[in-house]
């Protein structure tokens, strides 16, 4: 509440970690979809307790083009998220807060999505499309991803843009921080939350941690 008693908006909002599905989350072995193949990357249940303790909504973007390239459809990729929450749930308790992912492709085969669209990252509708479902503070949201044209939605939008470059992945496009798994957020957060504060975040209180 404020001094004048009404609501304040501003206090329902809660930071956002968008990550990157494959490569962030699991094991990238190209186009999975099948159950079989996913594999939670070693640090990725640390990393999310960590930012779950830290209030932060767990929000997943992830370029699907495997569907607009026929080789999976958007049932198949349903389901393996279904599984993806599952294990979540199963090891920590709690599930990701959103999943949201472009199924499309310039060159793709399926014809109504083998098009140019606005989801597809660097794009930006993926983070819109969760800023309409939930109130975000975007101030202290950051996203982590380890391909470039994940590092260049972030700064696109105005985020900090970590990068995961243990993988198969070098870091060309600049990143405000190199990990080699989500669980090393933790032992750099005072640094995000420097930068998060010079870019114009205000510095947390302890009260303000659900
Ligand atoms: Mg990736
Ligand atoms: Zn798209």
Redesign the pocket.
Known sequence: MTENGFMDLEENKRPAAFLDRDGVLIQDLGYVYRTDDLHILPGVVEGLRFLHDKGYLLIVIS?QSGVARGLFTSEDVDLFHRELQHQILASLGFGLDGIYY???HPEGRVPHLA?E????KP?L?LLEDAGRDFSIDWSRSFLVGDKDSDVTCAHKASLIGIQVTSGQYEAHCSPDFEISSLADLQNIWSEIERKMIAFGAEPLTSSDVP
């Open positions: 370029n472009c199924p499309h098009i669209c606005n989801c597809r794009g509708g």
